[in-house]
């Protein structure tokens, strides 16, 4: 039978808009939140990180919003270049001795230029 | 600084037949993670490991999979024998043993398994 993958969710900006990507995560325990960037062909790279106690943490063109009363995440792009076109990855982890990553589905995020 | 160095980028192999993915982690780090993406499953955790030890391997899929850390520079995700539904990337990432948790991937190893 025909094989069905995951269906990305998919932001088409114009180059030099603002995007914003949203992920809502699962475990109100969580304390520390990262975002990645997945080029085709290549492992996810660190983008930015925020931990429970910020509900904001600005970067270079990047900024982070967390909402923990809503369980939501959000990444804000300024000025999106062609180059920011990949899919993007929001990960929750709790705190204590645990260490594992749990990732989201993902979002494409395709720049037009 | 060299990052998380994975090896082969890309393996094809006949089901059967069994493959050993390598990984070096960042030096100076204390933990490694081996994940597996496909389109199915996205990305999913299969084994980690803190100062060498394997720590939790609840996401090993079945008794085929095994995987090593000999030393603080090295470890290896085996298949054997292979099967076609191995096939994915699969990804190699380290960290640090501080407070922040940000896992630093390599560029993975695309493995089909025919």
């Known amino acids: 039978g025909e094989s069905v993958g995951l269906h990305l969710p998919t932001l088409s900006v114009q180059e030099g808009d603002n995007s914003i990507i949203n992920c809502a995560y699962s475990n109100s325990a969580s304390d520390y939140f990262i975002w990645y960037k997945q080029e085709s062909g290549k492992g996810p790279q660190f983008i930015i990180d925020i931990r429970s106690n910020m509900d904001k943490r600005q970067g270079q063109r990047v900024t982070v919003l967390l909402n923990k009363t809503v369980k939501h995440l959000s990444l804000q792009i300024a000025a999106t270049q062609p180059g920011d076109s990949a899919v993007y990855f929001c990960?929750?982890?709790?705190?204590?001795?645990?260490?594992?990553?749990?990732f989201g589905t993902g979002t494409l995020l395709a720049v037009q230029p | 600084d060299a990052g998380v160095i994975q090896s082969p980028r890309h393996e094809v192999t006949e089901m059967g037949q069994e493959v050993t993915l390598r990984c070096k982690p960042i030096?100076?780090?204390?933990?490694l993670f081996w994940y597996r993406q496909t389109m199915m499953r996205g990305l999913e955790l299969l084994i980690y490991?803190?100062?060498?030890?394997?720590?939790?391997d609840s996401g090993m899929p079945e008794d085929r999979f095994s995987a090593k850390m000999p030393n603080a520079s090295f470890s290896t995700l085996k298949i054997q024998p292979s099967e076609p539904r191995d096939s994915a990337v699969y990804f190699c990432a380290s960290r640090t043993g501080g407070g922040l948790r940000t896992q630093y991937f390599g560029p993975g190893t695309r493995l089909t398994v025919l």
């Open positions: 990960a929750e982890t709790l705190g204590g001795a645990t260490n594992k990553l749990i």
């Open positions: 030096s100076g780090h204390d933990y």
């Open positions: 490991f803190n100062n060498n030890v394997p720590i939790d």
